[in-house]
């Protein structure tokens, strides 16, 4: 255990027994190698199961909203931002969260790693980062593998590896490598494309959709008590998993979305078919920061973007 994860534990203990949280939003262990799974508890003894891992994934500001009375919850750089978004959008209250921000030095993408390495999960004995490398044994054997070919690719564009807005800060971490443009690569790719071919590759991907709603579901952004999708009167969308009500689902999603996606990727990684969904979502936060100089969850004061008003709009606004 690291003095990180046991700071860590003892801060949410601590916060438990003398009653300044009803509950703790953490990580612990995942019933899988490498994994980690969501910790929702009021129990102090739970404190012991909470890690601090490079395979934290989950964006735990989803889970404010499910919880009752003022809430500890663990966040790193892009959670914090969606915390603060929520806070603008007024569906929390700051005074309602105690936030432990836990610097980040970026998650690892597994499949990267099996990948580069030929080997399964399972045949791996550890990954762990050291310094800017992730050093995988294999059978006793270590290899070194570089950052930026192994972290997630929201991680690769991340600029706020510490978060900004918190109660206790653990200490530092070296901060992530980061490499916009290979995180950019899926996007380019469309952007290169002719708009013919675009719409023949998304039309291939809704098509694979089956509508289940796992990428709305771990959504932070995605707070809605009765989705659009949900409505019979009007009915916006046909409920079958046909690929132009599956896209229509998907843009409307990114339109409510605007000015509240922090780009942490839950949306692609909760997906069941691989539907590259951050392709959609990243250009639609470069859109909104090029449009309006506007990043989600930077400033709690300031207005959510999609309900802030000027007289006059650039006139360059509508292309």
Known sequence: MSEREQKLRNEARALLEQGRVNFIIGYEAGSLKFTTTPL????????????????????????????????????????????VSLIQDKQVARENVYIIGVPCAGSIDLDKIEKLTGKDRDEIDDIAWEGDKAVVTIGGKKQELAAKDVLADDCLACETPVPAEYDILLEAESPAVTDPELSRRGIMELEEMPPEKRWEYWKEQFGRCIRCYACRQVCPACFCKRCFVEETEPAWVSPLPKWQDN???Q??????????????????????????????????????AELFDYRAGTDKEAPPLMAAYETQEAEDFIR
Do not use: Q, W
């Open 247 to 249: 896209l229509m689902f």
């Open 251 to 288: 843009v409307t999603r990114m339109i409510h979305d605007a000015g509240r996606c922090t780009d942490c990727g839950a949306c692609e990684r909760a997906c069941p078919v691989n539907i590259p969904l951050r392709s959609l979502s990243k250009k639609m936060e470069e859109i909104v």
């Open 40 to 83: 929702i508890t009021s129990d102090p003894a739970d404190a012991d199961r909470l890690v601090v891992s490079p395979f934290i994934h989950n964006n735990l500001s989803v889970y404010l909203g499910e919880t009752a009375g003022k809430v500890g919850i663990v966040a790193r750089g892009c959670d914090s931002r969606s915390i």
